[in-house]
């Protein structure tokens, strides 16, 4: 079983990666400047999936803000809508997720 400390540990170092990461996606779509109609289409396209990963990483980082809550209130593991025990299988797929398997569905 794995220790609480060690879900914080796994939820704090994928939170500073997902952090990272949107600070490099803005950086790459501040640095687009083309004047070429067809660079800038290719830019443009290029933009669009920067800015749909940025989107699911924001999204991910609300999750796991919102884990790390469930951990320093002592919720952690267990399902926000039925208070059952969350399995330990489904939080080592997703550590950050509020709902047992069957409130899930």
């Not at 443009?44 to 990963?53: K, S, T």
């Amino acid at each position: 079983m794995t220790s609480l400390a060690t879900r914080k540990s796994q939820l704090e170092g994928r939170l500073a990666d997902l952090k990272g990461r949107l600070v490099g996606i803005e950086a790459e779509l501040d640095s687009h400047h083309a004047v070429d109609w067809e660079d800038l289409a290719t830019e443009r396209e290029g933009d669009e999936v920067l800015e749909g990963m940025g989107l699911s990483g924001q999204q991910e980082i609300r999750r796991i803000e919102a884990a790390l809550q469930r951990l320093a209130a002592g919720e952690y593991g267990y399902c926000v809508k039925c208070g059952a025990e969350i399995g330990e299988a489904r939080l080592d797929a997703l550590p950050y997720t509020p709902f047992c398997r069957n409130c899930a569905q």
